[in-house]
């Protein structure tokens, strides 16, 4: 696992019966898919009610990130995202309805540590980073696993982890980035060739599985190959 459980079960012990709000009765925290870069927030109201979090690394409050809208829920299932590994964060849940929203108190939380595998997995050597043009320093590079565990990762231009999505007994063998902002990609596990695959998945930024589709599945019986 990419984190382990009882760092996993750390962030849902910590945010447990919290109180947020008027509109807000429970808040609780976990790591989906034992991800370190993220966290999914359960956010229990008194009422239907919009929801918004806004968190940001402690001390840098300047810098805050804030959640899509979620609109008219009493549970609320938010995910924050681009977070760092082995970092202590603060959050603030806002509620209510339309633009008038309503800050509760400021919580905490601490993200996992990358497991030992996964730390320092990549480097960039490149002695002039001036040389590199300009659309690779602010953007990613996507790289795959192809064995088992399979891991889809986005890089900066430092080689530095900033998202990543791993699947158990299977390897992504070929991804791409869609014009939907989704990835797309083939799997497969160690008896399938390089861009042989028997599986077909499409994830959010947010990790969402959006689609899952294995061969044998409707009409689909044959081995596929990009």
């Known amino acids: ?20 709000g008027h509109d807000i009765t429970e808040i609780r925290l976990t790591s989906p898919g034992q991800n370190a870069l993220k966290v999914k927030m359960d956010i229990l109201c008194t009422d239907t009610v919009d929801a918004v979090v806004e968190y940001w690394q402690k001390g840098r409050e300047q810098q805050h990130s804030t959640t899509p809208l ?9 995910v924050l995202t681009n977070l760092l590994p082995a970092q202590s964060y603060e959050y603030c849940v806002l509620t209510g309805h339309g633009k008038d929203l309503y800050k509760s108190k400021v ?23 001036s040389v590199l043009p300009a659309d690779f320093r602010k953007g990613y590079v996507m790289v795959s696993r192809r064995d088992d565990p399979g891991v889809l990762f986005l890089l900066n231009a430092k080689g530095q982890i900033v998202w990543y999505h791993q699947v158990n007994g299977t390897g992504f063998k ?20 390089t861009s042989y695959g028997d599986e077909i998945m499409e994830l959010s930024l947010t990790g969402d599985t959006l689609l899952d589709l294995k061969k044998g599945q409707g009409e689909w019986k044959q081995t596929s190959h990009h």
């Open 1 to 20: 696992p990419l984190v382990t459980m009882a760092a996993a079960l750390l962030l849902l012990v910590q945010a447990c019966g919290s109180r947020g």
């Open 70 to 78: 979620s609109k008219q829920q009493l549970r609320h299932s938010i």
């Open 107 to 129: 919580y905490t939380f601490n993200t996992s540590g990358f497991s030992v595998w996964m730390k320092d997995l990549f480097a960039v050597i490149c002695p002039d980073s």
């Open 174 to 193: 070929v991804a791409r980035f869609t014009d939907k902002n989704t990835f797309l990609a083939l799997l497969g596990g160690s008896s399938y060739e």
